[in-house]
């Protein structure tokens, strides 16, 4: 059983993980984005920060949207295991955007996954000028083919970050112009 099916349906027997619909049409994501859907998603709270939200279509094993909100000079995008090889990585606001998708990368690999880069191009998002980056990851708990991609901006000297992942095989192309059409919706509200 992978590692992501295992701590999932750990969660949800011991009453951790909630799920609600949210969509269509405008959401607020954590009180400071404003995001517009054509299509219902499944929201999972799963005892995550305050700064972060995850959503999924067909199920968190195969495929995940997470929203990394406000997150403010010197913090994490979110909790993950000490290691003595590898630190924690926190958000500076002086870091560029190969910096910031280098810190993603050092936290989505901290279970000891490979990634691989393979874009970063500046896009407009949020409103303004952001990034946009593309990966590969190997999950290292059932060797699955992820895709990804990621959305950032920095505003105000906070990092907002929505970053896709799903099976390569199948869920990613099958979703991804939806998850586009949700990052071109995103809106900071102030």
Not at 58 to 71: M, Q, S
Not at 78 to 91: C, L, T, V
Not at 119 to 126: E, S
Not at 136 to 161: F, H, P, T
Request: hydrophobic share 40%; with cysteine; glycine share 8%.
């Amino acid at each position: 059983m992978s590692r992501w099916l295992l701590i999932l349906l750990l969660a949800l027997l011991s009453g951790c993980a909630a799920m609600s619909k949210v969509g269509p049409g405008e959401v607020t994501v954590r009180d400071s984005l404003s995001v517009t859907l054509d299509d219902a998603w499944n929201q999972y709270s799963l005892g995550a920060s305050a700064k972060t939200e995850t959503w999924t279509i067909d199920g968190l094993p195969l495929d995940r949207l997470v929203f990394y909100v406000g997150i403010a000079d010197g913090e994490a995008l979110g909790e993950m295991s000490q290691r003595k090889d590898r630190q924690i990585p926190k958000y500076r606001t002086t870091m560029q955007a190969h910096e910031i998708v280098e810190m993603y990368e050092v936290f989505a690999t901290s279970d000891g996954s490979s990634f691989q880069r393979q874009k970063l191009a500046p896009v407009p998002f949020a409103g303004r000028d952001g990034f946009r980056f593309e990966f590969s990851r190997v999950r290292k708990g059932d060797e699955l083919e992820m895709r990804g991609i990621g959305y950032g901006a920095v505003r105000g000297s906070k990092l907002y970050l929505v970053v896709f992942e799903a099976p390569r095989s199948h869920y990613y192309a099958r979703h991804l112009s939806r998850v586009e059409d949700v990052a071109k919706s995103v809106r900071i509200r102030n």
